[in-house]
């Protein structure tokens, strides 16, 4: 990934986990989810099965309450809150394009799903 923003360095391929394999809790997770809408929703927990489920049920954000439902892209696992919500915070500036493209090289099946 281009690091436009000094806080995007941390997002990188080695930190980048599918969404197949979820954390335990205790983490600091910045997380992707795409909503039925096709569009992207980016966040921060230290426990994202609990989150997940939060967002399922229509009571994690505004904005995916209105746009379930949701489906987890995959996170980064990060070394501390600050980082993590520096990196959140970087990722959101991007464009949708600059999204999907820092997506793709993180990790080619995602291509196929958006």
Do not use: N
């Not at 436009?4 to 979820?22: D, G, I, K, Y």
């Not at 992707?32 to 966040?43: E, F, H, N, P, V």
Request: net charge positive; with cysteine.
């Amino acid at each position: 990934m281009q690091a436009s923003h000094p806080a995007l360095a941390v997002l990188t391929a080695e930190r980048w986990v599918h969404a197949a394999r979820l954390p335990l809790c205790g983490h600091d997770v910045v997380y992707i989810l795409r909503c039925a809408d096709g569009s992207l929703y980016t966040g921060y927990t230290r426990d994202l099965r609990q989150r997940l489920r939060m967002h399922q049920k229509g009571k994690g954000g505004h904005y995916t309450r209105a746009h379930l439902p949701v489906t987890l892209v995959g996170y980064w696992m990060l070394d501390s809150r600050r980082v993590a919500l520096r990196a959140e915070y970087a990722f959101k500036q991007l464009s949708r394009l600059q999204k999907l493209a820092c997506l793709a090289r993180l990790d080619a099946s995602l291509t196929a799903i958006f």
